[in-house]
């Protein structure tokens, strides 16, 4: 059973462009979101994370927009680039305790030059 | 520092043979844990730790078992291997204390059971 569900699956946009990745998730006991991203051949690494306790949350130029009544959240990339070609998956937990991470299945990204 | 680093990098396994795989970090993190990652399924917990003798299960423990007899490594163990077990395994560390609490991951390990 999938704690946080991921999509699109894969998503190619132009340099520049605007790719949106959305989770949902049931457990409202989740009080922590991040998003990883992973590289061919490497581990995930942190991108950016938010708590529930505000709607949007920026990082140079990824964005995390956060709707706790719908369970949702999404990650924007502004002016894509090549090199944010990875596969990019967002997780959840509880803040409590060791943290365990569950993750959504993945976003293979790739933006065309 | 070498942050987390896994060996070995690749493997091939009979089935029910067994294998260790191991993981070290020097950052003197308390956390420390195991994930598989299987092609459109994302990353599952296999099993985690909060300090060196503490050890607990995760989301998909069964195959596996692990110890943790110092904070700097924690060894992931599969008896009795099978083709289900073919996966990519990662190992991550974090300090757990201090908010974004990240998870610092090894390069993985890719094993093949065969």
């Known amino acids: 059973q999938q704690q946080v569900k991921q999509s699109p699956q894969s998503l190619i946009v132009q340099k520049g462009g605007i790719p949106i990745i959305n989770c949902a998730y049931e457990?409202?006991?989740?009080?922590?979101f991040p998003w990883y991203q992973q590289f061919p051949g490497k581990g995930p690494a942190l991108l950016i994370a938010i708590r529930p306790d505000v709607s949007e949350k920026k990082e140079g130029r990824f964005t995390i927009s956060f709707n706790k009544s719908a369970k949702q959240f999404s990650l924007h990339i502004m002016d894509s680039q090549p090199g944010d070609s990875a596969t990019y998956f967002c997780a959840a937990s509880i803040e409590t305790g060791a943290n365990n991470l569950f993750f959504g299945t993945g976003t293979r990204l790739t933006v065309i030059p | 520092n070498a942050g987390v680093t896994q060996t070995p990098k690749f493997r091939i396994l009979k089935i029910g043979q067994s294998m260790t795989l191991q993981c070290a970090q020097d950052?003197?993190?308390?956390?420390m844990y195991w994930y598989r990652q299987d092609p459109g399924m994302g990353l599952k917990l296999i099993y985690y730790s909060v300090g060196a003798g503490i050890t607990d299960k995760g989301e998909v423990p069964n195959g596996y078992n692990v110890s943790r007899s110092t904070t700097e490594d924690f060894p992931l163990r599969l008896e009795l291997a099978a083709p289900s077990q073919t996966s990519v395994y990662f190992c991550?560390?974090?300090?757990?204390?201090?908010?974004?609490?990240?998870?610092?991951f090894g390069p993985g390990t890719r094993l093949t059971v065969t």
């Open positions: 457990n409202t006991a989740f009080d922590y």
């Open positions: 991550a560390s974090s300090s757990g204390t201090s908010y974004p609490y990240e998870q610092y």
């Open positions: 950052m003197n993190h308390n956390y």
